[in-house]
């Protein structure tokens, strides 16, 4: 069975400050990783995902996750906060074969204060 | 535009009646899902459909049928509402395993029982 932790319901950051937000998970088979981000009253949007290959991904508005297999992570980063990262962030995890459901964390609430 | 459509978009019922939530996406996917979204619980999978004619469970399905219609929708349905099912659902789809697909989200349906 596959299962995502992510630490910490909810993370302030100051304006220009560095975004950590931390997600670890459990998988019996090589995982794929991914990243999603919900803003208020909508749906979820994919931020970034770690599938084979470089375990230092890039995805949009700036931010990046890198794969650490080692401590079984994908913590998600960015250099400099803006307040209009202000959101909820979800890990989420699945096997690589097969279209399986995902499992997600239980969302991390980032608030950006100016 | 292309994507996943969910309807409708709020909903009140009473305890006891039925409703059935709609969900077509327009992106020639096979594979469908069902989720509900409840605060700092993340996003649980209730049914999810690998391909049409096929549906299987999800984490939690009791209380729920889900119909796949056809390739496009996939609906689900609360035969008894009861106030346990206030959530925000969420309906999302992938292509054919092309190895690490993304799923692709609807709006959600915001669901209150009372």
């Known amino acids: 069975a596959q299962s995502v932790t992510q630490l910490g319901s909810h993370v302030s950051v100051s304006e220009g400050a560095l975004v950590l937000l931390r997600c670890n998970y459990s998988s019996s088979v090589p995982p794929y990783l991914f990243w999603y981000v919900q803003y208020p009253n909508q749906g979820l949007q994919l931020l970034l995902k770690?599938?084979?290959?470089?375990?230092l991904v890039k995805g949009i508005n700036g931010f990046e996750a890198e794969f650490k297999k080692s401590e079984t992570s994908f913590h998600l980063t960015k250099p400099s906060a803006h307040m209009s990262d202000a959101a909820e962030y979800f890990c989420?995890?699945?096997?690589?074969?097969?279209?399986?459901?995902?499992?997600f964390g239980k969302g991390t609430r980032l608030s950006v204060i100016a | 535009n292309a994507g996943v459509t969910q309807t409708p978009k709020f909903q009140v019922l009473k305890t006891g009646q039925s409703m059935t939530l709609q969900c077509a996406q327009d992106?020639?996917?096979?594979?469908m899902y069902w989720y509900r979204q409840d605060p700092g619980m993340g996003l649980r999978l209730i049914y999810y459909s690998a391909s049409e004619g096929t549906t299987d469970k999800g984490e939690v399905p009791n209380g729920y049928n889900v119909s796949r219609l056809n390739k496009r929708e996939f609906s689900l349905r609360l035969e008894s509402a009861a106030p346990s099912q206030t959530s925000v659902y969420f309906c999302a789809s992938i292509p054919r395993d092309t190895g690490a697909p993304p799923q692709h989200f609807g709006d959600g349906t915001r669901l209150s029982i009372l």
């Open positions: 770690y599938t084979t290959g470089a375990t």
């Open positions: 992106m020639n996917h096979n594979s």
């Open positions: 989420a995890v699945s096997r690589t074969s097969g279209n399986t459901p995902l499992v």
